[in-house]
């Protein structure tokens, strides 16, 4: 390898690229690892479609890569509902300005990809090729990271012994930008459905999120298509009659999980740090977990623009930089992580008594308008 690498990033996930796509515009010259002995960047399947807030919507467009409007939808409106017939809606007084965009994985992963083709400062790097002496490694293998296990990071996991199950469906309704989510409580355990609206704002599909305990996500391959979607229309007490299957379907493994350390030293003037999955991961029931990878992005270069333009002395990975981003980012995703963690648990849990609580619970938020302003605040920002 001829060029000395500045910045070697581990993963080309959504963080990995935009991270890269961020740097290569800094004029640095950035190494991407790809999987295994891959030598080019091939575009995944990928059954989901991500609820993506403006902060990560305009990070997006200023590398351009937001995808077009067909595969992005405006999310206007979301209706929770509880076990008890309690509810909770979430509509913006005025529909100016989407409460979030349903952005299609697989059209975000494709458009990064295209971007990184025409930077000619990132380099593409097998995995067996990237002891690149770099100053700086930015770790985003997602949360099974090899190279975090390998650093001896601690990793706490929380499991919620559920999966999600994801996939596409036909209602034959329009979604008028509509979400849905269903907590729903059974003998086998608990389950939350959520339908996103997808496919553009005039479209009848909806994207299915699925969380179910894992026993159950085991048995869903052995289920037709019919089967599934008749399950589907059961949850939603056949608000939609017809459902069809119309997408691949894929399963995930749910856990809420920490890095303790988030930056450290790889050897002299050799430093680490975690970004995205590989440092913290949540329950998508509140469609969080991408937004907070990107706003590790966003600090990431932060801190990358106050050593060009006001700490200039400072080296590539200066660990008090560096210390500064980690602390930033885990104040920051702390609040999202408590409460996507609370409302599993809470929507989980056998107690009668508190099954009465938070159908009473949902009931008085939808009459607290202060109380909904803060969840909207929340969740879109
Ligand atoms: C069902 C479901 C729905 C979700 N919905 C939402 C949502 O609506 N909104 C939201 O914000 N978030 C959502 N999330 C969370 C979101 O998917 C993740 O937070 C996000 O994908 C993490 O991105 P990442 O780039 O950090 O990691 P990953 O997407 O895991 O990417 C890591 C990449 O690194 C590669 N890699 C791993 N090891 C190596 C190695 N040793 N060398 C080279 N490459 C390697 C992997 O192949 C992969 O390409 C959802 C998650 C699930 C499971």
Not at 249 to 266: D, I, N, P, Y
Request: hydrophobic share 40%.
């Amino acid at each position: 390898m001829e060029k000395k690498i500045d910045v070697l990033i581990k993963g080309h996930g959504v963080v990995g690229m935009t991270l890269a796509l961020y740097l290569s515009q800094r004029r640095l010259n950035v190494g991407l690892t790809l999987e295994h002995k891959n030598t080019e960047l091939t575009s995944k399947q990928d059954a989901r479609y991500f609820a993506l807030n403006k902060k990560s919507k305009e990070l997006l467009e200023r590398i351009e890569a937001w995808p077009n409007n067909d595969d992005v939808t405006d999310l206007q409106d979301i209706q929770i509902y509880g076990d008890h017939e309690s509810e909770l809606s979430f509509t913006p007084h005025e529909k100016t300005t989407p409460l979030a965009w349903i952005v299609k994985a697989s059209a975000l992963d494709a458009r990064l990809r295209q971007n990184i083709k025409k930077q000619q400062n990132i380099v593409l790097v097998n995995n067996d090729q990237d002891d690149m002496q770099a100053p700086l490694t930015l770790i985003c293998e997602g949360k099974h990271s090899e190279m975090r296990q390998k650093l001896g990071v601690n990793f706490d996991v929380q499991p919620y012994h559920q999966h999600a199950f994801a996939t596409l469906i036909e209602t034959g309704i329009d979604h008028h930008g509509k979400a849905l989510q269903w907590f729903i409580e059974k003998e086998s355990g608990p389950e939350i459905l959520g339908l996103l609206p997808c496919e553009g704002n005039a479209s009848t599909k909806m994207s299915v999120v699925w969380s179910m305990p894992s026993q159950m996500a085991m048995g869903m391959q052995e289920k037709s298509n019919d089967e599934i979607g008749e399950s589907l229309s059961l949850l939603t007490k056949h608000r939609y009659p017809e459902i069809k299957i119309i997408g691949p379907s894929a399963t995930w493994a749910l856990s809420a999980s920490k890095a303790r350390q988030w930056v450290g030293k790889l050897g002299p003037d050799r430093y680490w740090a975690l970004v995205g999955d590989s440092a913290h991961t949540i329950h998508p029931l509140a469609g969080m977990g991408l937004n907070l990878g990107l706003g590790d992005v966003a600090e990431m270069i932060n801190i990358m623009d106050l050593r060009d333009e006001v700490e200039y002395w400072r080296k590539l990975g200066d660990p008090y930089l560096l210390r500064k981003y980690e602390r930033t980012r885990k104040t920051d995703i702390l609040s999202s992580w408590f409460f996507c963690n609370a409302m599993q648990r809470l929507f989980s849990h056998p107690n009668r008594l508190i099954k009465t609580a938070r159908n009473h619970g949902l009931n008085g938020i939808q009459n607290l308008n202060f109380l909904k302003s803060f969840f909207m605040k929340h969740a879109g920002s």
